[in-house]
Each structure stands twice: as structure tokens, then as C-alpha cells.
């Protein structure tokens, strides 16, 4: 069984430019969830997917969006991209019954 | 703000003892709760789910719940270099959304 896949594995970008970022989830799983994580503030949560809609939001900036398709794939967008928007990016998926979440391998994501 | 806290460490424990692990939260509705191990450079990975108080064991690892005092524990027995790696706690919360504490580094000392 094919595991979370993300693509790409790592990007650098420009400051003002913007990005997206896919994810793939178990096959089956239909939440499908995207975090920021860095070394000083840990997992940051910002949207979760269910079925093509938005279920949960996080506290980031209008700049990331998100959407899921009806095949449970989704990207991620982050517009007008900053010097404090490098991080790792790591996208989960859940069937929703079965416990917990699966994280694919994360897209590392440099502004410069 | 619902939150979920964890001492981040460093904790360190020599090769063979018990390593023990500590997580507090703040939403009293919470019904499930997770530990995943994050290697450096890897995502994280989940290794120990629990939702009823008690005990829960799965090899050498176990789960310990205590929802009247609201933390849950992991404990590592036989710690192996191998268990170095960060410990997240995470917790679905009332609104069924999942809340992350920050993670404890430990560190196994062959």
C-alpha cells in the first residue's frame, strides 16, 4: 500500500513569488491535513480537507490556501512568499476511522 | 486556547533503563490521544494511540492515560540508541481537531 506522497521534495523560491505544494494521501483516505513545522515553533497546523471541503483552519495569513480534489489529492498555495515562510511542510492523511494520522515525507520549502 | 504541553527536554537515559515521557492537556472533552516518534530530517510517525484511562502496551512501549488529571504518558523500556529521536504528543480535542504539543527530545546514552 502506497504511502503519503508529497511532491516536491524541496523547493527554493524567491521572496515574492509564490508555490504549491501537492499531496497525494492513502489510497482510501479522504482527510487529508497540511502543517508547517520549523525549529522553533513545532507542528503548525493549517488546514485540514474532508471530501473536498474545508473542515479545520489554523492561524496562518490569507497567503496559504489550500484545496482537495475529488480524487483526495491536495495542494497547498502560499502566495507573496516571505523569508519566514521556510520551513518544512508535512501533509497527513486519515481515513478518518483508523487512529492517527500518516505523514508523507514533507516539502522543505527556502525562501531566499 | 486549547493546548497540549510537553517538557521539551533534552531528556536523557541511559541505554537499557526506562525512558518516560509526559504530556498535559487542557480540553477535559478529549477523546483520543497519540504519540508519534520524528526522527531529525524525517516526518513524524505514530507509534502509540490510547483512548480509554489506563494502560496500553505495544512491545516495549506504553501508553498511560489519566483523563481526571488530564495527561498522558509514554514510557520506553530497554531504551535503545535507536529510541533518539523527538516525542510528539497530540490530542483530538472536543472539536475532533488534533492538537500537537511541541515534543520532547530524548537522547538514549550507550
Known amino acids: 500500500k502506497a504511502g503519503v506522497t508529497q511532491t516536491p521534495r524541496y523547493l527554493i523560491k524567491t521572496r515574492g513569488q509564490q508555490v504549491t505544494l501537492s499531496c497525494s494521501p492513502i489510497s482510501g483516505h479522504r482527510s487529508v491535513s497540511w502543517y508547517q513545522q520549523t525549529p522553533g515553533q513545532g507542528l503548525q497546523f493549517l488546514f485540514e480537507?474532508?471530501?473536498?471541503?474545508?473542515?479545520n483552519k489554523g492561524n496562518f495569513p490569507g497567503r496559504f490556501s489550500g484545496r482537495q480534489f475529488s480524487n483526495s489529492r491536495s495542494e497547498m498555495n502560499v502566495s507573496t512568499l516571505e523569508l519566514g515562510d521556510s520551513a518544512l511542510y508535512l501533509c497527513a492523511s486519515s481515513s478518518g476511522q483508523a487512529p492517527g494520522y500518516t505523514f508523507g515525507s514533507g516539502t522543505r520549502l527556502t525562501v531566499v | 486556547q486549547k493546548e497540549v504541553e510537553q517538557n521539551s527536554g533534552p531528556l536523557s537515559v541511559p541505554e537499557g533503563a526506562i525512558a518516560s515521557l509526559n504530556c498535559t492537556y487542557s480540553d477535559r472533552g478529549s477523546q483520543s490521544f497519540f504519540w508519534y516518534r520524528q526522527y531529525s530530517g524525517k516526518s513524524p510517525e505514530l507509534i502509540m494511540s490510547?483512548?480509554s484511562n489506563g494502560d496500553k502496551e505495544d512491545g516495549r512501549f506504553t501508553a498511560q492515560l489519566n483523563k481526571a488529571s488530564q495527561y498522558v504518558s509514554l514510557l520506553i523500556r530497554d531504551s535503545q540508541p535507536s529510541d533518539s529521536a523527538t516525542y510528539l504528543c497530540?490530542?483530538?480535542?472536543?472539536?475532533?481537531?488534533?492538537?500537537w504539543g511541541a515534543g520532547t527530545k530524548l537522547i538514549i546514552k550507550p
Open positions: 497530540a490530542v483530538m480535542d472536543s472539536n475532533y481537531q488534533l492538537i
Open positions: 490510547i483512548y
Open positions: 480537507y474532508f471530501s473536498e471541503t474545508q473542515r
